[in-house]
C-alpha cells in the first residue's frame, strides 16, 4: 500500500525552517496557503443543499407555536433568501479568489469598518461551529428515545455524544475531498427524500380524497413577537442554502458553484413554503408538538405508509450527520480567508495539499467541544443563531453603504430588509432570552479575543511555521509513522462499524415493536455506513484521489505547456497521420488545428518521411508558404510508447531567422575580409607612398638650410626648422600607426617565450637612454608563457620606455616582476617606476591612441605607445591597467594566458 502525505504546495518559502520561536508570518504571502480546485461540481453542490435540510430542525416547533400563521413568516423569509442567493451569485462572480461566501463578502463590503468585519466573520463562524454540536446532540437524543421506548438500557449519551461529534472532523482532518465524498453519499438521497416529502405531501394534500384539505379553515390571530421570535431562528435555516459559496476556491468549475445558489434559489419555495404547507395540514401533533420525528412521520404515514417510519428516521439521521460535515468543511474555510485577508491570525491562512485548513479546523473542533460540554440545545441555538442573524444583517448594511458599486444588486431592497431585520433581531432576541441574546452578542466577541491573544503568542502551533513544517515532505521513516497511523485510524472505524453493526442487530433481536426495529435499523444503517465510508476516506479514497488530482495536473500542465510552447508540436501516429497540433503550428502551417489532424506528415513536411526511416533525430527542412514565402523549420522526433501503441512527437522550430542571420553573417565577414585585405594594402602603400614624400620634405629641407643658412634672416631659420620639426613628428606618427595596425594584422604565432630573455634584450636596445638618466633596474624572475616574441619584446619596450621618459627629479628606479597564483591559468607582469606618475580618472584615456596627459614641450612622443601595448595584450587574451597618484610613480599590470588556448595558436 503507498503512503499519501499531507504535503503543501512547496514554494521557495518551503525552506523556512522550523523554530520554536519563528514568528508567525504573513498567510497571505506564502503560496503555502492556498487552496486550490479539488472538487467536483456536484460535490460543491451537495455542500451547498444541505442548509435546506436545517429546515427539518426549525419547521415543527415554529408551526406547533405558530399554526397556520407560520405560513405568513415563512413567505417574507423565503423572498429574501431567494434575493440574498442571487446577491451572493453576484458578489462571488465578482470575488471568484475568495473563501468563505457570504460572511468574507460582508468583511469586504464593511472594509472601512474592520472591527465590524471581523465581528461578522466571528459570528458567522460561530453559527456554522456550532451546527456539528447541535447535530449530534438531537441525533444522540433521538436514538436514546428510540432506545428508552425498546426498553434497552446501559447506552452512555454523553459517549455517543461526543463519538458523533468527533466523526465528521476524523473525516475532515483526512481531507477535504474526502469529505465531500462522504458527504455526496448522504446527500443524494436525503436531499431526495426531502422533495419527495414536499411534493408528495402537497399532492396529496391538493388531490388525496382522504386530506384534510390544501387550505386552512381558519389562519387564526397574528401576534408580532411571536412571529418576530420565530423569524429570529428561521433564518438559520432559510439563509443558510447560500453555503455553496464558500467552496468558490475549492471548485474545479466555479461557474457551475455560481449555478448551484441559482437553483437553490429555485428550490427555496418548495422546501420551506412547500414543506411547511404539508407539516401545516397534515402532522396532527398533540404533546410534544414541536418533535421533528413526530411531526414528519405524521405528516407523511398518508401517503409513504409505513414505510414512513423508516424513512424518517433515516432522513432525520441523514441530515445530522450532513450538518456536520458541512460544518466541519465550511466553519475553516470562514477562518481561512479572514487570515488572507488579515483579519484574523495567519496561522489560520494554513492550508494543506488536500485543502485542509489544520488550524482552522483545530479551532472548529474546540469551538464545538465547548458547546457540547454546555449541552442545552436550546440555548447553543438560541446563542449561535444571534451572531448569524448579525451576520446578514450587516450584510445588508454593506450592500446599502456599496450601493453603486458592480458587486451589489437590489441596494434599496437592501436598505428595507437591513431596517426589518434590525427590528426582528431585537424583538426576536427579546422574545427567546435577553440574557442568550446578551451572550449570542457576546461570543464573536470572545473568539476575536481569542484571535488577538493568538497573534501575540506565536508558540508551538499557533504558529505558521509550526504548520509548514507538519505539512512538509516527509523522509521515508516519518511516512512509514503516517501509514501506520493511517492503518490505525482505519482499524478503529472498521472496529467501531462492526462493534456497532452487530450490538444493533443484536438489540434489534429483542424489539418487539415493529416500527422501532425499523427505525433504530434505519438510524443504524446510516451511521454504520458513514463510519464505512470515513474508514476508506482514511485509505482508499485519499490515494485514489491523490492517483486522480495527479493525472489531472499531469494532463492539465500537458495542455499548458503545448498551448504555451512557441515551437510547433505535432503528435503523429504510426501512419505518420497527425493526431494532435498546438496553436503554434497553425502558425508555422497557416492552417486550423482542426485542418492539420488527420493530415499526412509528409505532405506538409516533405522529406521527414525519409529522415525518419534513416533514424535521424533532427534534420532541416523547407517549407513553401501559401503566400509564396519560405520557411526553414528544424525538426526534432522522438518516438512515444504506451505499450499498446507507437506515436511519435514532431517538434518543429522555426530556423528562418536563424538561417537568414547566418547568411548575413558570412555575407559581412566576407565584405570584412575584403575590408581588411584592402587595410593592409593601404597600410603597405602608407609605409612607403607616405613617408616617401617626407623623407623628401626633411631632405631638401637640410639642403635648403645649409645652402641659405648665412642669407636667410632668424625668422626664415625658424620657419624651415619648424617644417622639418612637423616632417618628423609626422613620420613618427605614420611608423606608430603602422605599428598599432600591424599588431593583429602581422602578428606571430604563439611561441614558448622566456620572458627574462625578453627583458633584457629591451634593456640592451635601451642602454642609451639608462645610461643617460642613470636609471636603476631591478629585474626579478619572470615566467615562461606562450606568446609572440616580438610583440612581447614592443609591449616591454614601451612600458621600461614609458618609466624612463616619465621621471622625476630623482633617479628612475624601475621594477619588473610578476605574480602567478597557483592552480590559475593567468599570470601579472609588473612595471613599476618612481616617475611623475598621473590621476587614475585618466586611466581609460591614457590607453587611447593620441591622448595625451602632458604637451609636447614637456615630453616627446605620439601618444600611441600605450594604445600598441593594450591592443597587444589583448590579442594574447590578456588585458593591461595601471594603478597611480601623481607624483607617487605609476606601476603598470599586464595580465595574459600562461598558455594559450590551441585554437587561439592556431588562429594566429
Given at each position: ?58 419547521a ?26 442571487l ?61 428508552d ?5 446501559g ?15 476524523v ?41 384534510p ?5 381558519t ?32 471548485s ?59 424513512i ?55 469551538v ?11 440555548r447553543?441555538?438560541m ?18 453603504l ?51 491573544l ?27 509513522d ?54 476508506a476516506?482514511?485509505t ?29 508540436i ?76 507507437n ?20 555575407q ?19 609605409a ?7 623623407r623628401?620634405i626633411?631632405?631638401f ?12 634672416n ?6 624651415l ?73 614592443q ?30 591559468s ?7 617606476d ?70 587561439n595558436?592556431?588562429?594566429?
Amino acid at each position: 500500500m503507498s503512503v499519501s502525505t499531507d504535503v503543501p504546495v512547496v514554494t521557495s518559502s518551503a525552506s523556512i525552517p522550523y523554530k520554536k520561536n519563528n514568528p508567525p508570518q504573513s498567510a497571505s504571502s506564502l503560496s503555502f496557503f492556498r487552496l486550490f480546485p479539488s472538487l467536483s461540481s456536484l460535490e460543491v453542490w451537495g455542500f451547498g443543499f444541505t442548509g435546506f435540510l436545517l429546515w427539518l430542525g426549525t419547521a415543527p416547533g415554529a408551526h406547533s407555536e405558530l399554526g397556520p400563521q407560520a405560513i405568513l413568516m415563512w413567505l417574507p423569509l423565503v423572498v429574501v433568501g431567494i434575493l440574498i442567493n442571487l446577491q451572493v451569485r453576484h458578489m462571488a462572480a465578482h470575488w471568484p479568489e475568495m473563501a468563505g461566501g457570504t460572511p468574507n463578502y460582508t468583511a469586504r463590503l464593511l472594509k472601512n469598518h474592520p472591527w465590524l468585519a471581523r465581528y461578522v466573520g466571528m459570528a458567522y463562524f460561530q453559527g456554522w461551529a456550532s451546527v456539528p454540536t447541535v447535530s449530534a446532540i438531537i441525533l444522540a437524543d433521538i436514538i436514546m428515545t428510540n432506545l428508552d421506548i425498546a426498553g434497552i438500557t446501559g447506552v452512555p449519551p454523553w459517549t455517543l455524544k461526543v463519538a458523533l461529534t468527533a466523526l465528521a472532523f476524523v473525516v475532515a482532518f483526512a481531507g477535504t475531498r474526502a469529505l465531500s465524498i462522504l458527504h455526496l453519499f448522504f446527500v443524494v438521497p436525503a436531499f431526495g427524500l426531502l422533495v419527495a416529502f414536499c411534493v408528495q405531501g402537497l399532492g396529496w394534500l391538493a388531490f388525496s380524497a382522504n386530506s384534510p384539505g390544501f387550505m386552512p379553515e381558519t389562519w387564526g390571530h397574528f401576534d408580532f413577537i411571536l412571529w418576530a421570535k420565530w423569524c429570529f431562528v428561521a433564518t438559520y435555516a432559510v439563509y443558510a442554502v447560500e453555503t455553496s459559496s464558500s467552496f468558490m476556491v475549492d471548485s474545479k468549475r466555479p461557474q457551475n458553484t455560481l449555478l448551484c445558489l441559482s437553483a437553490a434559489a429555485l428550490l427555496i419555495p418548495l422546501i420551506f413554503i412547500g414543506g411547511s404547507w404539508v407539516l401545516m395540514r397534515s402532522s396532527g401533533v398533540s404533546g410534544n408538538a414541536d418533535n421533528v420525528y413526530l411531526n414528519l412521520l405524521n405528516a407523511s404515514l398518508p401517503f409513504w405508509g409505513k414505510s414512513a417510519y423508516f424513512i424518517v428516521i433515516s432522513l432525520i439521521t441523514a441530515g445530522c450527520l450532513l450538518s456536520c460535515a458541512t460544518g466541519c468543511a465550511n466553519s475553516p474555510r470562514v477562518l481561512y480567508q479572514m487570515a488572507l485577508d488579515g483579519q484574523a491570525a495567519p496561522v489560520f491562512g494554513v492550508a494543506s495539499r488536500r485543502n485542509v485548513p489544520g488550524p482552522a479546523l483545530v479551532l472548529t473542533l474546540l469551538v464545538s467541544l465547548v458547546f457540547l460540554l454546555w449541552g442545552n440545545v436550546a440555548r447553543v441555538l438560541m446563542v449561535t443563531c444571534t451572531g448569524y442573524f448579525f451576520c446578514f444583517i450587516a450584510m445588508h448594511l454593506g450592500l446599502w453603504l456599496n450601493r453603486g458599486k458592480p458587486e451589489v444588486r437590489w441596494p434599496w431592497w437592501s436598505l428595507g430588509f437591513f431596517v426589518v431585520e434590525v427590528i426582528i433581531f431585537v424583538v426576536g432576541g427579546l422574545a427567546w432570552s435577553g440574557v442568550d441574546f446578551l451572550m449570542g452578542l457576546a461570543f464573536p466577541a470572545v473568539l476575536m479575543g481569542l484571535d488577538s491573544l493568538i497573534r501575540r503568542i506565536p508558540r508551538g502551533p499557533l504558529q505558521v511555521a509550526w504548520w509548514i513544517h507538519l505539512y512538509r515532505p516527509r523522509p521515508y521513516v516519518q511516512k512509514i509513522d503516517s501509514l501506520a497511523s493511517h492503518v490505525t485510524v482505519t482499524l478503529v472505524l472498521v472496529s467501531v462499524a462492526l462493534t456497532l453493526g452487530w450490538g444493533i442487530n443484536y438489540l434489534l433481536g429483542n424489539v418487539e415493536i415493529a416500527h422501532l426495529r425499523l427505525n433504530l435499523f434505519g438510524i443504524s444503517l446510516q451511521i454504520t455506513g458513514f463510519i464505512a465510508i470515513a474508514a476508506a476516506c482514511w485509505t482508499t479514497l485519499p490515494q485514489l484521489s491523490s492517483i486522480s488530482e495527479a493525472r489531472e495536473q499531469a494532463a492539465a500542465e500537458a495542455q499548458h505547456l503545448l498551448r504555451s510552447a512557441l515551437d510547433a508540436i505535432l503528435v503523429v501516429d504510426e501512419r505518420g497521420l497527425i493526431r494532435l497540433a498546438n496553436p503554434a503550428a497553425e502558425d508555422i502551417f497557416t492552417l486550423p488545428q482542426e485542418r492539420l489532424r488527420g493530415r499526412h506528415l509528409d505532405d506538409l513536411i516533405p522529406g521527414v518521411d525519409a529522415a525518419i526511416a534513416k533514424g535521424e533525430k533532427r534534420s532541416e527542412h523547407r517549407l513553401a508558404q501559401a503566400n509564396g514565402s519560405l520557411r526553414i523549420v528544424e525538426v526534432a522526433i522522438a518516438d512515444i510508447s504506451d505499450g499498446q501503441m507507437n506515436e511519435r512527437s514532431i517538434i518543429l522550430h522555426d530556423i528562418t531567422e536563424r538561417k537568414q542571420a547566418e547568411e548575413k553573417l558570412q555575407q559581412f565577414s566576407a565584405h570584412l575580409e575584403h575590408s581588411n585585405r584592402e587595410l593592409q594594402d593601404f597600410a603597405s602603400v602608407a609605409a612607403h607612398d607616405l613617408q616617401e614624400p617626407l623623407r623628401k620634405i626633411t631632405a631638401f629641407g637640410e639642403r635648403l638650410q645649409d645652402l641659405c643658412a648665412t642669407t636667410m634672416n632668424e625668422q626664415a631659420l625658424d620657419y624651415l626648422r619648424r617644417m622639418r620639426n612637423a616632417a618628423e613628428r609626422m613620420q613618427s606618427l605614420i611608423t606608430d600607426l603602422l605599428t598599432l595596425s600591424r599588431v593583429t594584422t602581422r602578428g606571430q604565432p604563439f611561441v614558448t617565450v622566456h620572458l627574462n630573455q625578453i627583458v633584457k634584450e629591451v634593456l640592451s636596445d635601451l642602454e642609451v637612454a639608462i645610461e643617460k638618466h642613470q636609471a636603476k633596474i631591478e629585474l626579478q624572475d619572470l615566467p615562461v608563457i606562450s606568446a609572440d616574441p616580438m610583440q612581447m619584446r614592443q609591449l616591454l619596450q614601451n612600458l621600461i620606455g614609458n618609466a624612463l621618459k616619465f621621471k622625476g627629479e630623482a633617479a628612475p628606479v624601475v621594477k619588473i616582476y610578476a605574480t602567478v597564483t597557483p592552480g590559475s591559468s593567468m599570470c601579472q607582469i609588473m612595471v613599476a617606476d618612481n616617475g611623475i606618475g598621473f590621476n587614475e580618472k585618466y586611466l581609460d584615456r591614457i590607453f587611447t591612441a593620441f591622448e595625451r596627459l602632458h604637451g609636447r614641450d614637456t615630453y616627446e612622443g605620439t601618444g600611441i605607445g600605450l594604445a600598441v601595448c593594450r591592443k597587444i595584450a589583448e590579442r594574447h587574451n590578456g588585458g593591461i591597467t595601471a594603478k597611480s597618484a601623481p607624483g607617487m610613480g605609476a606601476t603598470f599590470i599586464v595580465t595574459l594566458p600562461v598558455l594559450q588556448l590551441k585554437e587561439n595558436n592556431n588562429e594566429h
